[in-house]
């Protein structure tokens, strides 16, 4: 069977890597089926698409979505579905944690909850023998009218899964995407990620983090096959456990020494390991600053680093030679329009060398979006509204939509008066632009 998996773009320069699709697969070709894909950009008309599928002739689409895609995937695949019987499954965060509204609509005949390259193998195997699965047929799949289905254990070991399928990360120049662990451990309300723990509470340990051999085998085989000029790891916290970052370091450093770039947390991170990370290859670290309210972050977010923390944390970053991306956040409930300014307060002294500003959005699943619905914040139409970070859809005690679009405004005029600041360093100007397309990649990415 071939199974084409659409990736719904909500922008017209979305640069964002399909991870989950590059590992399903891999998986599913693995085990004798086909995989194709197919991005979907703005603009695309519902014929171009139509032509596509009826051209591919796949036996099933997938879909890996965000809450950010969910709004238009969901007008995408009902004119698709209008027009070509082929049944599809969603997988992701927002099916995920949404699953009844997700299969409420028309064209989503199934729903993959959690990890998905077991599931929807067995799905494939199901459909290719011409049996559709019923109600609790398969762990993980939830089927159109059906109950929620039991959930199988994580897949043990991820070094057992074969490697990503380059062909579906939209990688150029040498500029590549990597991840080196599944889940996370810790509670912040507003992220998704963590309720994949919860998702496995009793099933089985969703942490799991790749050995330096698998890590290592995989960039050798991108570097034989091609370009390798820029590695973006992707995982949520990369500097969790200090004795795997250390021997990476000495194993990367000597065996690849390719730029790259990461994601940390500034409690996770040191003096020494910023400098081994540096001496490594590391150009670029994002970190989540998110509020310069330590009540905010203490209180609603449920992260406890102070402000006096995060300034050392990036000196120390410039120190070693490493830049720098902050993230922040604003428009949270309980949050009020003071505390925001205290953020751009504190962008100003941390100084990174760049940053990203998202006007908060209740992601489904999470502690802050029960929150939301629990205290009337959420507004009844919130799953036909776009889940964008421009402006907030919330209607808050503490701070008004006014106050929120107007902070938004000036973190805008932030970003106008800082630009970007382009990696300088070395002589060789090919080396320099290669650099900055990976620290830009991997700003995109957010």
């Known amino acids: 069977m071939k199974v084409l998996f659409l990736e719904i773009d909500t922008e017209t320069n979305w640069v964002v890597a399909s991870l989950g699709p590059a590992f399903l697969a891999a998986y599913l070709r693995r085990h004798g089926h086909e995989a194709a894909f197919c991005r979907v950009p703005m603009g695309m008309a519902d014929e171009a698409l139509i032509a596509h599928v009826r051209r591919e002739a796949p036996g099933m689409i997938g879909l890996s979505l965000t809450t950010r895609q969910w709004l238009r995937a969901r007008a995408v695949i009902a004119a698709l579905r209008a027009a070509v019987d082929v049944p599809v499954v969603a997988g992701g965060l927002q099916p995920t944690f949404a699953p009844e509204a997700v299969l409420a609509h028309p064209g989503i005949d199934y729903v993959c909850l959690g990890e998905g390259e077991e599931p929807l193998l067995d799905l494939a195997d199901a459909l290719d023998r011409g049996m559709a699965p019923s109600d609790g047929d398969i762990d993980n799949i939830w089927v159109a009218g ?11 070991s991820i070094d057992d899964l074969p490697f990503m399928e380059r062909d579906f990360l939209d990688e150029h120049n040498g500029v590549v995407h990597m991840t080196t662990q599944r889940g996370c451990p810790f509670p912040c309300t507003y992220c998704g990620a963590r309720m994949y723990n919860q998702l496995y509470d009793g099933i089985g340990e969703f942490g799991r983090r790749r050995s330096h051999q698998n890590v290592i085998e995989e960039l050798l085989r991108v570097r034989d096959a ?19 970052v250390a021997a990476f370091c000495d194993i990367y450093g000597a065996e690849l020494g390719v730029p790259f770039s990461l994601h940390a947390r500034v409690e996770t991170v040191n003096e020494r390991m910023l400098h081994r990370l540096a001496e490594a290859g590391c150009h670029l ?13 203490r209180e609603i977010m449920k992260r406890w680093t102070t402000n006096e923390r995060l300034i050392d944390v990036f000196r120390w970053s410039r120190e070693a030679g490493i830049m720098t991306t902050a993230n922040y956040m604003l428009g949270l409930p309980g949050e009020t329009r003071e505390e925001m300014q205290q953020t751009i307060d504190l962008h100003h002294r941390i100084d990174p060398d760049e940053f990203g500003y998202f006007v908060f959005y209740p992601y489904p699943g999470t502690p802050l979006f029960h929150h939301c619905r629990q205290h009337g914040y959420l507004p009844e139409d919130y799953l036909d509204r776009p889940a964008n970070h421009r402006e907030s859809i919330l209607d808050l005690p503490d701070a008004s939509k006014q106050d929120i679009a107007e902070m938004y405004d000036q973190w805008t005029a932030v970003r106008v008066a800082n630009g970007w600041r382009r990696f300088s360093g070395g002589d060789d100007e090919a080396g320099r632009r290669i650099i900055a397309e990976g620290i830009e990649a991997h700003a995109a990415s957010e």
């Open 226 to 244: 091609g370009a390798l000029n820029y590695v973006i790891f992707l995982d949520d916290t990369f500097t969790i456990n200090h004795p795997w």
């Open 285 to 297: 670290i994002n970190y989540g600053v998110e509020s310069g309210s330590e009540r905010v972050r």
């Open 146 to 156: 059906g109950r929620r289905p039991a959930m199988r254990p994580p897949f043990e």
